[in-house]
């Protein structure tokens, strides 16, 4: 099967092209959001093929996966018809909720893909097919040393995306244990919050390089307030690391009793934080309980074959 998709996020294409097709993504010559290419930060298997949008008329592609509102249109005017197409939406709605409308309700032809069942039931969809197909994680092994008392974060842009992403929290978890902060954007932010350097360091890593320096700190703190399932958060997992979060969006149904702390106050947040950076022994146990929760949940292989029964239903 040839399979036409936008590399939009890194991440969860990383995990999708792991699978049994052809994947073919546009590149234009700025390399530009239409046109990226294949993924420079991350590794890609020989299958994700970069075609022009000149060139795209002449594939012989078997299904679209949209991923933004404007796709469609790029379709109509680079492969000159409609293919099968599914939408899958990254995000939780912003704007109006819970009576946002998904920019693929009643769009004729498509299936709607959530991430999360949280996304699904806050997302209006209208009569649109909609169904979930939670993340599936590359699996990086069980890294984690905590051999850092620190806490490690990871978010792009917080300074501008600010209480969406929990940013103003970040100084109470500051006084708990020091942040390393990874993620694009992330400069100038121990400033921006008032902290001082050696309470808030920053980072901009690859993907490799970030597995393993998140796994040298004790433990992850995912202070988003509202967003999608952050794949860091279950990457984190992965490495065995103990977590602490928020209990927003669908981080209740990812992170189960055992995994770290969840909840929705910021004193108990700290306090795990504080507990967890002055007991190695506790984080490890909990860390390995994390791990097993998310390859349980979130392993590669399912992801997969979910993706698989879906494009075998809507190609048939």
């Not at 620190?150 to 978890?173: I, K, S, Y």
């Not at 121990?190 to 597995?211: K, M, S, V, Y």
């Not at 981080?251 to 934080?273: C, F, K, M």
């Not at 860390?287 to 097993?292: D, K, V």
């Amino acid at each position: 099967m040839r399979i036409l998709l936008w590399h939009v996020h890194g991440s969860w294409t990383t995990a999708f092209v792991q699978g049994p097709h052809t994947y073919v993504v546009p590149v234009t010559p700025d390399r530009g959001p239409d046109g990226l290419g294949r993924a420079r930060t991350f590794d890609w298997p020989d299958s994700v093929v970069e075609v022009p949008p000149e060139r795209l008329a002449e594939q012989d592609v078997d299904v679209v996966v949209l991923q933004r509102p404007h796709e469609i249109g790029l379709v109509d005017r680079w492969l000159g018809r409609r293919p099968p197409l599914v939408y899958l939406e990254h995000n939780a709605p912003h704007g109006d909720v819970p009576d946002t409308r998904h920019p693929a309700a009643d769009l004729p032809g498509v299936t709607l893909v959530h991430v999360t069942h949280f996304n699904r039931l806050m997302w209006d969809a209208g009569a649109t097919p909609t169904t979930v197909i939670e993340h599936g994680i590359v699996d990086p092994g069980p890294l984690w040393t905590g051999e850092l008392p620190h806490a490690a974060v990871v978010v792009n842009e917080p300074v501008r995306r600010g209480r969406t992403t929990g940013t103003d929290l970040l100084p109470a978890f500051a006084a708990a244990a020091p942040l390393d902060v990874f993620g694009m954007g992330t400069g100038g932010l121990a400033g921006h919050l008032g902290l001082p350097a050696d309470r808030c360091r920053t980072h901009e890593l690859t993907q490799a390089r970030l597995h393993a320096e998140m796994a040298r700190r004790r433990v992850y703190v995912h202070p988003v307030r509202w967003t999608s399932l952050g794949l860091s958060l279950l990457e984190a997992m992965h490495l065995g690391m103990p977590v602490v979060a928020l209990a927003t969006t669908e981080v209740t149904e990812a992170v189960p009793p055992g995994a770290g702390v969840v909840s929705n106050r910021i004193d108990v947040l700290t306090d795990a934080v504080r507990e967890f950076t002055a007991d190695p022994l506790s984080a490890r146990r909990t860390g390995e309980l994390a791990r097993a929760a998310a390859l349980a949940r979130y392993g590669l292989p399912r992801f997969l074959d979910d993706w698989e029964r879906l494009l075998k239903e809507v190609t048939r």
